[in-house]
C-alpha cells in the first residue's frame, strides 16, 4: 500500500510563504500557513471555486484563438465555421430519447402535451449542441497540442492498510471514495463507480473509505461491519449487499449475510460487537470532515475532490485531464469524441 498511498499525494495550493506572518502578539507569531492549516475545509471549496474559474476562462480563450485560426486557415468567417462544425452538426433528438425524457419528467413538465414535448425537445438539442461542441473543442486543443498548466488544488488522503481498494495500487490515477451505505444518493453513484474502473481499467485504483452520516441510524453499524467482513476477506461482497438493502440494516440481516458468504459467523459477530473496527470508520470520517467533504458521496481524485452523486462526465473530466499531464495515454478517447460520453447515474 505504500506505493498507492504515495500516489494521492499531492502539493498544496500554492497560496503563500511558510514562513509569511499573519500575526505577532508578545512572544507570540502565527504564521499564514498555520492559519490556513487550521482553517482546513473551509479554504478547500473557496481554492476549487477560484481554479474552476480560471480553467474555464482559460479553455475559453485558448478555444475562441483556436476558433479564429481554424476559420482563417479556410478562408472562412468565424460565424460560418462555428455554423458548419456545430449546429449543422446536432443530431435531431430520436422519438426514443423524447419520450425516455418526457417520461422521466413529467410531472415538472408544463400539462399541455405540445408545450411539454417542445420542452423536452429544446433539452435535447441543446445537450446535443453542448457535446458537439466539446467534441470541436476536444479536436481543436488536440490537434493544437494544448497543454494546460493550471495546476488545481488537491488534498492529501492518506490510504490506510485497512483501506479497501480494487485496482492495483500503483495506477496513476487514486480515486478515493468517502461514503455512507444508507445514503441513497451513495447508492446511485455505485454504476457511476463501476462504469469508471470499466473505462480505465488498471489506470484507476478504486479506494474505499466510510463517510456515516449522524442522520442514517445505522450507517455506522453497517461501516464497521463491512470492515469486519474485510478481515475475512469478503468487503466487497458484504459491501454490494449493504447497499442493495440499505433500508434493512440490523445485527440480525448483517448475521444472516455474514452466514450466506460463508464468513467465521462467532468471529464476524464477535468483531461487529466489540466495534472492533470504530477508530477506523472514524478516522475516514475526521479525513474527510478536513477536506470539507461533509456530505456523501465525496470523491478525491488524485487530490482533486468532487462531491455529490456526479455523473460519469464529471469524473471522465478530472481522469483524462489526470492521465494527460502524467502523459499517459487517455483509453476511450476516440470513442467519447465520436460517440459522446454517456452519463452515469
Known amino acids: 500500500m505504500v506505493a498507492l498511498a504515495a500516489c494521492a499525494q499531492a502539493p498544496e495550493e500554492p497560496t503563500s510563504s511558510d514562513s509569511e506572518v499573519a500575526a505577532r502578539f508578545g512572544d507570540t507569531v502565527i504564521t499564514v500557513a498555520e492559519v490556513e492549516e487550521k482553517a482546513g475545509g473551509a479554504l478547500i471549496g473557496l481554492y476549487q471555486q477560484v481554479y474552476q474559474a480560471k480553467d474555464q476562462q482559460l479553455r475559453a480563450m485558448i478555444f475562441d484563438q483556436l476558433v479564429d485560426e481554424a476559420a482563417a486557415a479556410e478562408g472562412i468567417s468565424r460565424e460560418d465555421y462555428l455554423t458548419r462544425e456545430i449546429?449543422?452538426?446536432?443530431?435531431?433528438?430520436s422519438e426514443e430519447q423524447i419520450q425516455q425524457v418526457f417520461n422521466q419528467y413529467r410531472a415538472q413538465l408544463p400539462p399541455?402535451?405540445?408545450?411539454?414535448?417542445q420542452q423536452v425537445t429544446a433539452f435535447l438539442g441543446q445537450q446535443a449542441g453542448q457535446q458537439v461542441e466539446a467534441n470541436l473543442k476536444a479536436r481543436l486543443f488536440?490537434?493544437?497540442g494544448v497543454e494546460i498548466l493550471l495546476d488545481p488544488p488537491r488534498v492529501n488522503p492518506v490510504v490506510e492498510a485497512f483501506n479497501p481498494f480494487r485496482g492495483p495500487a500503483d495506477a496513476p490515477v487514486v480515486l478515493v471514495e468517502y461514503t455512507d451505505y444508507q445514503c441513497p444518493y451513495c447508492d446511485r453513484a455505485q454504476p457511476?463507480?463501476?462504469?469508471?474502473?470499466?473505462?480505465?481499467?488498471?489506470?484507476?485504483?478504486?479506494?474505499?473509505?466510510?463517510l456515516p452520516l449522524p442522520m442514517h441510524q445505522q450507517a455506522t453499524l453497517a461501516a464497521e461491519a463491512a470492515l469486519c467482513a474485510a478481515d475475512q476477506g469478503k468487503f466487497w461482497e458484504l459491501h454490494d449487499w449493504l447497499f442493495a438493502n440499505k433500508n434493512n440494516i440490523s445485527n440480525d440481516t448483517l448475521t444472516a449475510q455474514a452466514e450466506a458468504l460463508g464468513l467465521d459467523i462467532p468471529v464476524f459477530t464477535a468483531c461487529v460487537d466489540s466495534r472492533t473496527h470504530k477508530a477506523k470508520v472514524e478516522a475516514d470520517a475526521k479525513e474527510a470532515g478536513e477536506f470539507g467533504i461533509r456530505g456523501t458521496p465525496g470523491f478525491v481524485v488524485n487530490g482533486r475532490i468532487l462531491t455529490g452523486a456526479q455523473p460519469l462526465e464529471a469524473f471522465v473530466a478530472v481522469i483524462d485531464d489526470e492521465l494527460k499531464r502524467a502523459g499517459l495515454p487517455v483509453p476511450g478517447a476516440e470513442a467519447a469524441e465520436d460517440e459522446g460520453v454517456e452519463e452515469g447515474s
Open 87 to 93: 449546429v449543422d452538426k446536432i443530431p435531431a433528438p
Open 112 to 117: 399541455d402535451e405540445t408545450q411539454a414535448r
Open 142 to 144: 488536440d490537434a493544437a
Open 192 to 210: 457511476t463507480i463501476k462504469a469508471v474502473r470499466e473505462r480505465y481499467g488498471d489506470s484507476v485504483v478504486h479506494v474505499f473509505k466510510n
